[in-house]
């Protein structure tokens, strides 16, 4: 499923693969960084997650642990710590210190607490996989928030019009694009975690 950094597609995608017999739900794709010491690219197993009412919901602790068995095997390296959820992005490095002093979480996203919300409501354990794209020092270009259709596309003529009006933010989105790579190369490999021969419980 692909719910394109949409909370409410997040959980409806959830419900649907519960419905079809899910024994465990994973959450995997970006993140951004709150910890200042993640860089783009890093991977990050949750341990938990931490919902909007500051509330932790507890990654399953078999599933971690096969997952980070697995992660050595492949000589992938695991930062293991807490992931916020948010239903809006977090835009400024402001925001995103508050949210780390609040929280004690590592990274953000705006899929996983809604993941593990439904993994609540039907009994099932669940795992966040996370990938940083933006740092926690970094604030995002505003032509960057056009750029991502509802279901996970991207939009390049919606951002070419917004840099038109805003040229001034081409810099930080070309630097955001590039640390973006770093993150979607880490998820390819990181996707070998979930492979029948990792003996993993998602075959």
Known sequence: MCSGAVSERAAAGADRLAGRGATC?????????????????????????????????????????????????????LRHGKIAGSDHALTTALAKQALYA???????????????????????????????????????????????????????????LALLNAPYHLPALLKLAADSRHGFATLRTAARLFRPEQKAPFA
């Open 102 to 160: 609040a929280s004690g979480a590592v990274a953000v996203d705006m899929e996983s607490h809604a993941v593990a919300a439904v993994a609540a409501r039907h009994g099932l354990p669940f795992v966040v996989v996370r990938a940083i794209a933006d740092p926690a020092a970094r604030a995002l270009p505003p032509p960057a928030l056009v750029g991502l259709g509802p279901e996970g596309e991207t939009r390049p003529l919606a951002v070419a």
């Open 25 to 77: 739900l994973a959450s995997f794709g970006l993140a951004g960084g709150l910890d200042a010491g993640l860089r783009p690219g890093d991977l990050v197993l949750a341990t938990a997650v931490v919902t909007a009412d500051g509330g932790d919901r507890s990654a399953d602790a078999g599933v971690i642990r096969l997952l980070t068995e697995a992660a050595a095997r492949l000589g992938l390296a």
